[in-house]
């Protein structure tokens, strides 16, 4: 039924071309009449481009027999045509359809449609214009935090971390001989043990490193009594401080970050709090750094009990040197301003 849907909208380009119709008209013709599965306005000239050069015909070419290997505009517009209607297509289907070779049609594709192939970019979450203006806002107020300085900031959030994690797909190449039998690594089960941590640290480095207990979380009450509590003593003691006072503490905006009991700590402690807009792990440096980075240096080991575990996450923070930690709060800047030069769009592989 589609083919017989786009032949028809082949014969009405032919009729309206003979007309004296140009490409743009019949675009907005179409779109009026098939909405979104008209054909598109650059297909729609191929086909008038095919017309002109004497070549009327609106059937699709004959797929048996020997493939006909001229690239002619008919042959062009047919390949755009496919790949309008199915952005997935693979060229051995676009072969199939069109009767012309693998290097013909790979040539169309990139020469004539300067067109690539690429992987659809994985995003933390489907955003709405609100949720990206509150991105623009937010990341604004938080560049304006990090240009007074890095020296008051500590910025921390809480992770799982795996008594085994399966190293990355690359890091498992290996190199085998001819007959040679592949070797074998199981991913990492979803029932596997875990513990959770809470993690904070400064351009210096990591000044707490917390060990959730097993079948506690990380709720309101225990974030504020317990981790940020632990947190402060920690970085007073390295920083040589009476108070923290002025300290400025950035974290995600989870529920139990956000709750009263949370606040008033804060206000107590009179820390000042940096906001932090929603849905944006791409601009928390727990997230884009520190995180991924030890679980990336855990992957492949595994480890018999929490204390050991333990004792790895702290040996993997430690031996990331004192400037890494200042790269990343400068990478926050960058991320921060991206951010706003983009609208709020997440921006990771653009």
């Not at 909208?9 to 071309?17: G, L, P, T």
């Not at 929490?306 to 004192?322: F, G, H, M, T, Y």
């Amino acid at each position: 039924m589609e083919k017989i849907k786009r032949k028809y909208q082949r014969y009405y380009i032919h009729v309206s071309w003979k007309n004296g119709r140009t490409a743009k008209q019949i675009h907005q013709e179409l779109r009026v009449a098939e909405g979104s599965n008209a054909l598109s306005e650059r297909t729609i000239y191929r086909w008038i481009e095919a017309f002109e050069d004497g070549d009327e015909g609106i059937e699709d070419d004959p797929r048996s027999g020997r493939p006909c290997e001229a690239v002619t505009p008919r042959k062009i517009a047919k390949v755009e045509e496919l790949v309008d209607n199915n952005p997935h297509i693979t060229i051995k289907m676009i072969e199939e359809e069109v009767g012309i070779s693998k290097e013909r049609i790979e040539s169309i594709l990139r020469s004539q449609l300067n067109l690539n192939k690429v992987c659809s970019r994985w995003i933390p979450h489907v955003i709405t214009d609100a949720n990206k203006q509150k991105r623009v806002e937010l990341a604004e107020q938080m560049l304006r935090v990090l240009d007074g300085g890095f020296q008051n900031i500590i910025t921390g959030d809480e992770t799982w971390f795996n008594f085994f994690t399966v190293s990355t797909k690359e890091d498992n190449k290996v190199w085998l001989k001819s007959g040679e039998l592949r070797p074998q690594i199981a991913r990492t089960s979803k029932n596997s043990k875990k513990r959770m941590f809470c993690v904070f640290f400064t351009v210096e480095g990591v000044v707490a490193r917390i060990v959730v207990p097993k079948g506690q979380y990380v709720t309101s009450l225990y974030y504020a009594n317990t981790v940020l509590p632990e947190v402060f003593a920690k970085f007073m003691e390295i920083s040589g401080r009476r108070t923290v006072h002025d300290v400025i503490l950035h974290h995600d905006n989870a529920s139990p970050h956000k709750a009263e009991v949370v606040t008033s700590y804060l206000k107590k402690e009179r820390v000042q709090l940096m906001p932090h807009p929603p849905y944006s792990p791409d601009l928390a440096p727990c997230d884009f750094f520190l995180f991924p980075r030890i679980k990336k240096e855990l992957g492949g080991r595994k480890f018999d009990n929490v204390e050991n575990l333990a004792r790895a996450v702290q040996a993997v923070s430690d031996s990331i040197p004192k400037d890494e930690y200042y790269k990343a709060f400068q990478s926050w800047q960058k991320r921060l301003k991206h951010c706003i030069e983009v609208g709020g769009e997440y921006f990771e592989g653009m």
